[in-house]
C-alpha cells in the first residue's frame, strides 16, 4: 500500500490542495456521528432500492451497494486535462466505429489487422453500411480511468456499449447532500444533477429523420431479473420517459411503437439495455425474448435511433483497447492525451510466451471480460490457480490479454478505526449527440473495500463514493 500514491494525503502526513477542507472537517468529526452518518447512509440507500443482482449466487441475488463517506476530490486542473483526453478519446472511438463498418481505412492503413475486426465476435456485419442517426454510434460512454501518481492518469477500459453505474453516481451525491449539507456549503463542488436532462436532451438530439414533433424516447430493458434493472428505471423514471420491455414493442407500419393506454405509439429513440445478441429474434438470437422481432430492419431504414448503436461493442473488446494509442492518433491526428496501460495481447507468440513467463506478476483478463469476471490477478493467486489459468491461456491465447500489475492510487475510507487508504478507479459517464460532446464532472469512484485488494466491482467486494470535481 505504501508504494500507492494516495490522492489526500502527502508522503509527508500533510494533505493534499484538493483534500484541504474535506481532510480537516473529517478530522474535526466526533467518529460516533461518523458512524451514524454511515449506518444512516446504508439506510437510505435500502430505501431507496439501490441494489444490484448477482448471478449464480443464489443466497443472495439482490445485494445493497457498499457506499464510503468520504469524497474522491478531484481539481479543477485535473479535471480539465482528463476532460480533454476523454473527449478525444470518444470522438475516435465513434470515427472508429464509423469506419469499421464503412470504407476500413484504419484497415487499409496496416494500423489493425484485418482479422482483429472481421474475426471478432462483438463485429456486427448487420452494421456494415449503417450509418446512425446524426453518425452517432456511442451515445452514452463510460471511460474506466486509473491513477498512479499526481500527474499520471491511465485508461483501464473503454465501455461503448451499455455502460452502467450513472444511478449509483446520482445516488450518492444525493445522499451526501442529505448528510453533509455543511460540506458543500463550504466546498465549491460541480453539480452532477442534471445527468438525467442531458442524457434526454442529448438522446432527443440524436432522433431519426423519420421522426415529427418533439421526440419521444424509451429506455428498454431485459427486466427486473438484470443486474442492472434499477438503473434502468431510475433513469426512465428521472427522465419522465417510459421503461419498457420487449413484448410492450412491436413493428406497426414501419415504426417500432410501444403499447399504451391510446393503442401502440412510435418510438424515435430505444434507449436499450439489451445486449445486441438479443436485441431482435429475426437478425440476431432466433430464441430471444428479450429484443423486438424486425427491429433491425426499421433501425437500417432510418425509422428509429437505437442507443448505443448494435455493434459498438468491438469498442469495448480488451484486445481493441490495447490499439486505442493508433485509433486516436489515426482518427484526429493527435497522440493520445491519455494513455493506455501497456498490453500484451496473448493471440501473438512472443508475447504469450511472456505472460506465461511472468504470469505471477501480470493481470489477465478476457478479452469481452467485464465485472471483474474470468481474470487472473497473478500477485495475489495461488500455485493452483496460476496453474489453472496457465491451462485456458494456452488452450485459448486470443481470449486474453495482459497488463502489469499498477499500483493503483487510494483515497481514505472510513472504517471502525478511522480514515484507511483503499484502491479507487473513476468512470466518468459521457452523453455524445451531433450537437456535441458532454462529460458528467466526476463519475462513478469505485472502491475495493478490501485492505490491499485491487478489484473494485461490486460484483466482487467492491463499493462505491462520492466524487467531487471542484470549481475553479
Not at 358 to 369: D, I
Request: one cysteine or more; aromatic letters at 8%; proline letters at 6%.
Amino acid at each position: 500500500m505504501s508504494d500507492s500514491f494516495d490522492e489526500m494525503w502527502t508522503a509527508q502526513g500533510g494533505l493534499r490542495d484538493p483534500y484541504e477542507y474535506v481532510g480537516k472537517w473529517f478530522d474535526d468529526q466526533d467518529p460516533s456521528r461518523l458512524r451514524a452518518k454511515q449506518r444512516e447512509a446504508e439506510e437510505l440507500f435500502r430505501l431507496t432500492g439501490i441494489t444490484f443482482n448477482v448471478y449464480g449466487r443464489a443466497e443472495a441475488e439482490e445485494r445493497l451497494i457498499p457506499f464510503d463517506i468520504v469524497p474522491r476530490v478531484i481539481s479543477a486542473r485535473e479535471w480539465q486535462k482528463l476532460s480533454r483526453g476523454i473527449e478525444q478519446r470518444v470522438r475516435a472511438i465513434n470515427a472508429f466505429l464509423q469506419d469499421i463498418y464503412h470504407r476500413q481505412e484504419i484497415v487499409r492503413a496496416g494500423r489493425i489487422p484485418v482479422e482483429m475486426i472481421s474475426k471478432n465476435d462483438a463485429f456486427v456485419p448487420n452494421m456494415i453500411g449503417v450509418t446512425p442517426p446524426g453518425g452517432v454510434y456511442t451515445h452514452i460512454v463510460g471511460i474506466d480511468l486509473v491513477r498512479t501518481s499526481e500527474n499520471e492518469f491511465f485508461v483501464l477500459e473503454d465501455n461503448a456499449r451499455t455502460p452502467s453505474g450513472v444511478s449509483y453516481m446520482l445516488e450518492n451525491r444525493e445522499t451526501m447532500l442529505k448528510m453533509f449539507p455543511e460540506l458543500f456549503a463550504a466546498t465549491r463542488v460541480r453539480p452532477v444533477s442534471d445527468y438525467p436532462r442531458a442524457l434526454h436532451r442529448s438522446l432527443a438530439a440524436c432522433a431519426p429523420r423519420a421522426a415529427t414533433g418533439t421526440p419521444t424516447v424509451a429506455v428498454l430493458t431485459p427486466g427486473i431479473y438484470n443486474s442492472a434493472y434499477f438503473e434502468h428505471a431510475f433513469l426512465a423514471d428521472q427522465m419522465g420517459v417510459e421503461l419498457v420491455e420487449g413484448h410492450d414493442l412491436r413493428v406497426v407500419d414501419g415504426r417500432v411503437a410501444m403499447r399504451t393506454t391510446r393503442g401502440y405509439e412510435p418510438i424515435d429513440v430505444l434507449y436499450r439495455r439489451v445486449d445486441d445478441d438479443f436485441l431482435d429474434p429475426l437478425n440476431f438470437r432466433p430464441d430471444s425474448a428479450l429484443g423486438v422481432p424486425g427491429i433491425m430492419d426499421v433501425y437500417r431504414a432510418g425509422g428509429i435511433t437505437i442507443a448505443n448503436a448494435p455493434g459498438t461493442g468491438i469498442a469495448d473488446d480488451k484486445a481493441i483497447y490495447s490499439y486505442m494509442p493508433d485509433i486516436v492518433e489515426f482518427y484526429t491526428g493527435e497522440k493520445a492525451i491519455l494513455q493506455n496501460v501497456p498490453t500484451w495481447r496473448c493471440n501473438e507468440a512472443d508475447a504469450l510466451a511472456y505472460v506465461l513467463d511472468n504470469l505471477s506478476e501480470l493481470v489477465v483478463k478476457e478479452v469481452h471480460g467485464s465485472g471483474g469476471y474470468g481474470m487472473l490477478i497473478g500477485p495475489a493467486a495461488s500455485k493452483k490457480e496460476l496453474a489453472a489459468f496457465r491451462k485456458k491461456l494456452e488452450a485459448r491465447p486470443g481470449n486474453y490479454i495482459a497488463q502489469p500489475t499498477l499500483a493503483l492510487s487510494t483515497v481514505p475510507i472510513f472504517t471502525r478505526s478511522g480514515l484507511a487508504p483503499r484502491h479507487v478507479d473513476l468512470r466518468p459517464f459521457v452523453l455524445v449527440s451531433p450537437e456535441g460532446i458532454n462529460i458528467t464532472p466526476g463519475g462513478l469512484t469505485r472502491v475495493a473495500l478490501k485492505k490491499g485488494s485491487l478489484v473494485v466491482n461490486s460484483s466482487q467486494g467492491g463499493g462505491t463514493k462520492d466524487t467531487w470535481v471542484l470549481e475553479e
